[in-house]
């Protein structure tokens, strides 16, 4: 079972739920929605609060190597390729970590970032390889 199933079988808002593990509401709703999900220490504390029904396992993030949308895949192997996390890739291109989780989760970036990106990897992951499923941030048509 999910967060947001358990909510609402259990009427519950983020904010209650968020004061029953000892979290911030922000936390929680990012993590809900986030590729990155909730950390080791929360997932536990979730699942203890929701007496088993919501799994660590339900709640751990996906890793670059776990996501498979092929339209990340030239990031997800010059990643493995490099042996460079992603956090050092956010680092080199000047982003946030969660903008690169965001777009293996199919977010939409801006061009700047594309080619910020293009930057950090030496031109090996170029701007086109970029493109997401989310829609594009520069107009208002579907990509992919």
Sequence with gaps: MTVTEYLKLNGLTISAFADMVGCSKSYVSYSITSPAGFSQKIAE????????????????????????????????????????????????????????????????ITDQTKFRISRATGGVISPADLISAAIDVEGDSTIG
Excluded: F
């Design 45 to 108: 504390r979730i699942e203890a609060v929701t007496d088993g029904a919501v799994t660590v396992e339900e709640l751990r993030h996906k890793t670059w190597r776990q996501i498979r949308r092929p339209e990340c895949q030239p990031l997800a192997d010059y990643l493995r390729n490099e042996g460079i996390t992603l956090y050092k890739l956010a680092e080199l291109a000047g982003v946030t970590p969660s903008t690169l989780y965001g777009l293996m989760a199919g977010r939409a």
